[in-house]
Every structure is written in structure tokens, then in C-alpha cells.
């Protein structure tokens, strides 16, 4: 099945720097890759996701790079502020329930 | 706020009881899921539904039983509760599974003592 694996597991940055999470997965059946942020004690939020036709995407913010022939895709957040500090999964699905990665905790220093 | 609720919030019950824990959706989504998360093992999948009486076996199923006999409702029984069990429990919907995104309810916080 889908391994879905995620880094680094904690990452501080300074508020207005760049943070950017890694994550690979190995089943090349996969063709879809959320991600999520959970905030303290609140349910996980889709913030953004990208198809396996599509190289990148942004949002404000936010954008997804996905290379399938690497098996792998990163979140890249800009301009970071106190309010991004949260955890953030990644996941991949072909037909079959999302596998999330582990999770990483980022810190934005005010 | 989603559609989508869980009961109870809160938890806490005896090593060898049995506890139900409800997902209700107002959505009219086909696929649920249960998902456990715990400290460094991210959100890992329990059972999902593809439909009324249609269940399938997640990555840590076992010590879990589910049920959907409504397409709004879907179960989760731990059917003799272990500490290993203490845990936040997610429900999720999708309209699809596969590329589409999940949401979550708030979760279940079950302690087992």
C-alpha cells in the first residue's frame, strides 16, 4: 500500500521567512495530494491540493509543487506569519482513503 | 460549520468496556472514514464506508468494529477498550474517495484508564 512520508517533523522560522515541508510517497498509482493544517485542539483543514496533471499550484500565500517521476511534493508558504504556526499533514490517494504523512509542526516567530 | 458532528466530544472509559463512538453527516457524502491520530503517528486510517452496509478495513483496524446502516451515521466500536486505544478520533467525509478532499468533524477525545 501507499507509505507516505513527511519533513521535517518540526520547523521554526522567523515571521515574514519562508517555510517549506517535504514529503514523498511510493505508489506511483497515486494521483492526488492534499494538504492540511491543524490548528491547536481544532480538526484538520484542507488548505490546498494538486492532481497529478498539474506541476504546481498557489494560493495567495501557499503553493504545492508535485514531481511524479521523483515521487515527491512540497508546501511552500510565504511571507509567514504568527497565524500559520500550526501542525501540517501532507497525503496521497489513487482510488483507495487518503494516506497522511506524520505530521510537521511549524513555529513562526513573532 | 461542515456537516458533520461527532459524539462525544469527550471520553474517558474502563480498560474491557465497550464504547461507540457516532459521526453523523448532513452532507449526503458516500464515503466516511475513521482515522486515529496520535502524537508522531500522524492520522492513520481505521475503517471507511463506501456506502450503507459497505465497510472496508484501514491500516489499524483491528479492536474496531464499524457500522453504517444510514447514510448519514456511521459507528465506531471499540468492542473491549485497551489503553493502546486512548486516542483523538477523526471522522471524515468525501463525496468521492481518491482525489477529492476530506472534512474532518472535531473529533473524539477517548481516554482509556
Known amino acids: 500500500g501507499e507509505n507516505v512520508e513527511q519533513h521535517p517533523s518540526t520547523l521554526s522560522v522567523q515571521e515574514g521567512d519562508s517555510a517549506v515541508i517535504k514529503c514523498t510517497y511510493s505508489d506511483s498509482a497515486s494521483n492526488y495530494f492534499p494538504w492540511y493544517k491543524q490548528e491547536l485542539g481544532k480538526r484538520p483543514q484542507l488548505i490546498i491540493d494538486i492532481r497529478s496533471n498539474v506541476g504546481e499550484k498557489k494560493d495567495q500565500r501557499i503553493a504545492v509543487t508535485l514531481n511524479k517521476t521523483a515521487k515527491h511534493f512540497s508546501l511552500h508558504i510565504t511571507e509567514t506569519q504568527p497565524e500559520d504556526s500550526a501542525v501540517y499533514f501532507c497525503a496521497a490517494a489513487g482510488n483507495t482513503p487518503l494516506v497522511f504523512g506524520k505530521g510537521t509542526r511549524l513555529s513562526v516567530i513573532a | 460549520d461542515a456537516g458533520i458532528t461527532q459524539s462525544p466530544r469527550h471520553k474517558v472509559t474502563e480498560t474491557g468496556t465497550p464504547v461507540t463512538l457516532r459521526c453523523h453527516q448532513t452532507e449526503n457524502h458516500r464515503y466516511m472514514y475513521w482515522y486515529r491520530q496520535d502524537p508522531g503517528h500522524g492520522l492513520r486510517l481505521i475503517h471507511y464506508s463506501y456506502g450503507v452496509k459497505d465497510t472496508d478495513k484501514g491500516e489499524v483496524s483491528d479492536g474496531y468494529s464499524v457500522s453504517r446502516s444510514k447514510t448519514e451515521d456511521f459507528l465506531l466500536t471499540l468492542e473491549s477498550a485497551t489503553s493502546s486505544q486512548t486516542s483523538v478520533y477523526f471522522c471524515?467525509?468525501?463525496?468521492?474517495?481518491?482525489?477529492?478532499?476530506?472534512?474532518f468533524g472535531s473529533g473524539t477525545r477517548l481516554t482509556v484508564v
Open positions: 471524515a467525509i468525501s463525496a468521492e474517495t481518491g482525489p477529492y478532499g476530506y472534512t
